[in-house]
């Protein structure tokens, strides 16, 4: 699994902790980070999705990599019909128990073995990494974009991602994306930005956006 999943403001910062945990890799890892607090994330939207996404007329969108659904919330208070995707059943219930309306479906998912069934008008995955050696993930991403839809795409930067133990080797960066997905695309935004709130301990400053809208039929 490549996930390094959507982090908003880390609970570790109101807490006067300032490590950085390191990012599980499986469901069973992710259940376990979660169950070690009652909140893991902040109740913040991402500043990537309110600077990117506040002024699109709402339609269907998919969050891959939900965790407890700051983003979730946000897009649907926006009249967005929403799919919250996460591999974790913990972040999933904790979702759900906060916000039940029907323009959110929380539903587990796993990108390496489970279909999207459907294109949708946005698809974001913030603060999930693919690995370098994973296009088909990219691939499936940019699939579930309907024609004229959205994707975007947040990332830590490179030493956001040292701060997790990990090299930014091992991942797929926008350059590469629009590389790999070639035609058919506009691509928005494609910066690295000042995060506004730094988050995971201080130690994620700047976020790496990549904003793309697939060409119509």
Known sequence: MTDDHQESESHTEHGNRQ???????????????????????????????????????????FDLGCGEGADVRWLADRG???????????????AAARDSREAITWTSFD???????????????????????????LHKLAEAVAPGGTLLVVMHDPEGLR??????GEFLWPDD??????????????????????????????????RMVREPA
């Open 177 to 210: 994306m629009v590389r790999i997905l070639g035609d058919g695309w506009t691509v928005v935004t494609h910066e690295t930005r000042e995060r506004g709130i730094p988050a995971g301990g201080g130690h994620h400053v700047n976020d790496v956006v990549l």
């Open 111 to 137: 990108v390496t073995t489970d279909d999207f069934g459907r294109r949708y008008d946005l698809v974001t995955a913030s603060y999930f990494h693919i690995a370098a050696d994973d296009e088909a993930t």
């Open 19 to 61: 490590e950085t945990p390191a990012h599980p890799r499986t469901a069973a890892d992710w259940d376990e980070l979660y169950d070690s607090a009652d909140r893991l994330w902040t109740t913040d939207v991402n500043p990537a999705v309110v600077a990117e996404l506040g002024d699109l007329a709402p339609g269907t969108a």
């Open 80 to 94: 967005w019909t929403v799919v919250g995707a996460d591999i974790s059943r913990v972040a999933l219930e904790r």
């Open 163 to 168: 701060a997790h133990g990990r090299d930014p």
